[in-house]
């Protein structure tokens, strides 16, 4: 299968869509954990659709030339969350299951930190590829073929801050940047 390209239309549209099939499991969860850094946005909406605290956990493994070569996966030491202790129904949210490693291993890093306080946790993400070693509770798009997804915020890794500086330089020129 050839590359996935995705538009912000079409990316905030999944992320409704998978929205509504978790609603329509009716599952009621009082607490989301979002894996950082793909996660952070689909986490943050369905925070808001659900009205539903936001956690976040910082995962790294992608590095090297267009962030396509996996390495030795990295949680941050903590949550991030404004909420005194963690909910008890989780929600684990991240764009997509590739290898599947990210999602697989968040269960087990909360469960250690979190464990008191959890009593169930499920998963959620946009796209799930069969490769993945890990089955998402919830997904909008089954991938069989594994295709690699260009997402609409991928820009900003190869966005050059002098050429991005330039163009608001000559803006600057104009009356309607004028303070």
């Known amino acids: 299968m050839s590359d996935l390209y995705i538009s912000w239309a079409e ?15 009716h599952w009621e969860f009082n607490q989301i954990v ?3 850094r793909g996660g952070l946005r689909v986490g943050d ?5 659900y009205r539903q605290p936001l956690a976040i956990l910082a995962a790294s493994s992608y590095g090297g030339k267009g ?11 903590d949550l991030t969350m404004t909420a005194e202790k963690l ?14 490693i990210t999602l697989r291993e968040a269960i ?3 469960q250690q930190h979190y464990g008191h306080d959890i009593q169930e946790i499920r998963t959620a ?31 900003y890794d190869r966005l050059n801050l002098e050429e991005l ?3 608001f330089e000559s803006d600057t020129a104009n009356p309607l940047f004028q303070k």
Do not use: M
Request: aromatic content about 12%; glycine content about 4%.
């Open 108 to 110: 087990p890093w909360l």
């Open 34 to 36: 979002c894996l950082a």
């Open 165 to 167: 500086n330039s163009q």
């Open 45 to 49: 909406l369905l925070s808001r659709i």
């Open 67 to 77: 962030e396509r070569t996996r390495g030795h996966l990295k949680f941050a030491r």
């Open 125 to 155: 993400v946009i796209w799930y590829k069969a490769c993945s070693a890990i089955a998402p509770d919830y997904y909008v798009d089954y991938l069989p073929d594994n295709p690699w997804i260009h997402q609409p915020f991928e820009r």
């Open 11 to 25: 990316y905030h549209h999944k992320i409704e869509q998978l929205a509504a099939k978790i609603y329509q499991s």
């Open 87 to 100: 909910g008890s129904r989780v929600l684990i949210a991240d764009d997509l299951v590739d290898s599947g």
